[in-house]
């Protein structure tokens, strides 16, 4: 029997559990029990998972299903979860996802207020996002087909409207029989978390809160937390949740993009960005961070969520296949084993970069933009992540004698405050 109260929390994809969920997770433990939903993984992330934490989490995993059994099984899943063990809250990254919709639908139906929170580094404005992901897909269909790329976008976005009408309406109405109302789009790329059901939103600054403002999020939803990895309780949450990993070692581990950097928008000409010139950016990256740290293993991850990037893939170990001290590991193996272990870490505009780099403030986090691409100088003013527009100033900085700068650590009361309120709101 538990006696605390009880706390659904769905941090997303496994990989923006590690890089953000983890943290809010690690907060809620000395108050609360926490029934975790992830999506079902290996065995032995799995054993992983259930190493880390105390009688105070219960793990449920959720099964991938296809088209219309993916909606009666997470109808069929929480209904169930819901009857067993009722929650005096609901936490989640956002709600429009597929399974947050389902889990605040039953949140709502037994009268609870949901929070939802940033899950990542917000790049910019919807619309230029909206603008980057949707070229990506219409260049790679367009390539795949042998079509013109505006018929391919058209085709797209096409999809994406049919999408959004199925998960939110047609779907709803023959699981729930009631449609998923709201402005924000998963599916047809608008909005931000807070613009359906959820009762509050957690943004980690005030850059954040105006394009939250921007995208039609009402202001009194938002609230400002510093990101949880800053949080006091959090401080030594390396040393409890990975106490068997190797640390810092003569290494550079480089994060490989996902689809999402097949398309790149010029920023100044708003032209598409040749493909084969984004390749050679990545083995420009690669062949001047051998030159600047030349003793060091080269560690090539990609993006978990990469999809149909075998040909990126092939091109780039054929053309590294002679040079030493580089390799390439498995996409489906958390980041954080490597940024552990490694003392650089580079990429583009990834999430992975942002939270460990407030954490690991010894290690050098670094940003390349070699393209000039829109959205690409996310990092330029950023304090923890070094952002380059090309090699010269990169060859030049000293990174071993550099003087680092930490943070207080803020406290993680506000957030108690917060969740305490939100279940005791009528």
């Not at 599916?187 to 957690?202: E, H």
């Not at 670094?366 to 304090?383: D, R």
Request: net charge positive; glycine share 4%.
């Amino acid at each position: 029997m538990v006696n605390k109260q009880i706390i659904y929390f769905y941090p997303g994809p496994e990989h923006l559990f590690w890089s953000t969920g983890i943290y809010y997770l690690n907060a809620l433990l000395p108050k609360y029990f926490v029934k975790l939903f992830m999506h079902d993984t290996t065995e032995e992330n799995k054993k992983m998972l259930e190493g880390l934490f105390d009688n105070n989490v219960e793990i449920e995993y959720i099964r991938y299903e296809v088209k219309l059994t993916k909606h009666f099984y997470y109808r069929d899943l929480l209904k169930c979860s819901y009857k067993k063990i009722t929650p005096h809250l609901i936490i989640c990254d956002n709600d429009s996802h597929p399974f947050n919709t389902y889990l605040i639908h039953f949140a709502k139906k037994y009268k609870l207020k949901v929070l939802n929170y940033q899950n990542g580094n917000i790049e910019g404005k919807m619309v230029l996002f909206k603008k980057i992901i949707i070229g990506g897909e219409a260049v790679r269909l367009a390539t795949k087909l042998k079509l013109p790329f505006m018929f391919s976008k058209l085709l797209i976005l096409c999809k994406r409207l049919a999408m959004h009408y199925w998960y939110y309406f047609i779907a709803p109405l023959i699981v729930v029989y009631k449609p998923f109302l709201g402005k924000s789009s998963a599916y047809y790329l608008r909005g931000q978390p807070g613009q359906r059901n959820s009762d509050k939103v957690i943004v980690w600054g005030e850059r954040e809160l105006k394009l939250f403002i921007h995208e039609g999020v009402l202001k009194e939803k938002i609230i400002i937390l510093r990101h949880p990895m800053l949080w006091d309780i959090n401080s030594n949450i390396i040393n409890k949740f990975y106490p068997n990993f190797t640390f810092e070692k003569n290494q550079v581990l480089i994060l490989l993009p996902s689809n999402d950097s097949d398309f790149l928008i010029d920023k100044n000409s708003f032209k598409i960005i040749n493909k084969e010139k984004i390749y050679n950016s990545w083995f420009d990256i690669i062949i001047h961070v051998r030159l600047k740290f030349p003793d060091y293993n080269i560690i090539l991850k990609p993006h978990p969520a990469t999809t149909d990037r075998e040909n990126f893939y092939i091109w780039l170990k054929n053309r590294i296949n002679e040079l030493d001290n580089i390799s390439f590991v498995d996409k489906k193996i958390n980041s954080i084993n490597y940024i552990i272990a490694s003392k650089i870490i580079i990429s583009t505009t990834t999430t992975a970069l942002f939270s460990p780099s407030m954490y690991f403030r010894k290690k050098v986090f670094i940003s390349f933009n070699l393209n000039n691409a829109l959205l690409g100088n996310l990092y330029h003013h950023n304090n923890y992540v070094k952002y380059y527009c090309d090699f010269e100033k990169f060859l030049k900085d000293d990174f071993e004698n550099e003087n680092h700068k930490f943070d207080d650590k803020f406290s993680s009361v506000k957030f108690i405050e917060l969740i305490e309120s939100m279940i005791h709101e009528k």
